[in-house]
């Protein structure tokens, strides 16, 4: 039977890609999205994965999500990927609490919402996959972004307690740390400034959703089962640690 895979933010950029290349590999794939109906729509015709809209930030609502996507698809949630994320960038002495708490919420509270609702069936099927996308500059750090940052931190805290706690129950919880990907919000940075970013990174290019599809397909294989509280960092040696 086919491995039931949730990608959250699964319908845009990265988490497109993530979603296509674990319905390739024969998983039957859920892709949650937020809010923008018309391009959940286009992907679903397109590629003929599953989509559902909830907000991870909200508890009731991923938790009645993750039901619904249980009964339609069949079974349990094997595989999980966490990469919903938003920014909302200031610096902090102009940062209000809303501003802050939208992104902690999200990124970071959406990695509890999610596993939450999904842990309790993977410790009694014995199995279980858990990729939590965190971010160049949660560990590094970057101007402007002290909620995105502490969010995206705080993932790879998360990980390596939740893998703790699974790793005795068939459950390996991993996170993979993105660089500067070649998506929408990337293309939106100003081109003097795009061209600063390339000559850090010492590959010379920026990544694209299929490098960061490609890093999670590995730590989701069956096989990767020794695998578990790590992050894997994925930047084109633009930071190295």
């Not at 794939?29 to 590629?47: L, S």
């Not at 400034?193 to 590959?203: F, G, N, R, T």
Request: hydrophobic share 40%.
């Amino acid at each position: 039977m086919a491995r039931v895979a949730l990608v959250t933010g699964g319908t845009r950029g990265i988490g497109e890609a993530i979603s296509i290349a674990l319905a390739e590999s024969g998983c039957n794939v859920a892709a949650n999205y937020a809010g923008n109906d018309e391009r959940a729509r286009e992907f679903a015709e397109r590629t003929g994965i599953a989509t559902y809209k909830f907000d991870v930030s909200d508890y009731e609502q991923t938790r009645e999500g993750i039901a619904k996507i249980k009964s339609e698809l069949g079974g349990s949630i094997d595989i999980l990927v966490n990469n919903a994320g938003i920014t909302r960038d200031g610096t902090l002495h102009k940062m209000a609490p809303d501003t802050w708490q939208a992104v902690i919420d999200t990124n970071l509270g959406g990695c509890y919402n999610t596993a939450r609702s999904v842990i309790e069936d993977m410790r009694a099927n014995k199995f279980g996959r858990i990729v939590n996308v965190g971010s160049v500059n949660g560990q590094a750090g970057q101007y402007g972004q002290v909620n995105y940052a502490a969010a995206k931190s705080g993932i790879h805290g998360f990980t390596k307690a939740l893998a703790l706690e699974g790793a005795g129950q068939g459950i390996t919880v991993n996170a993979v740390a993105p660089g500067y990907v070649d998506t929408d919000m990337v293309r939106g940075v100003p081109d003097n400034v795009l061209q600063k970013i390339i000559a850090q990174i010492p590959v010379g290019r920026l990544g694209t959703s299929d490098d960061i599809a490609r890093s999670v397909l590995f730590l989701t294989a069956e096989e990767a089962d020794f695998i578990t509280g790590s992050t894997l960092s994925v930047n084109g040696g633009h930071h190295m640690y």
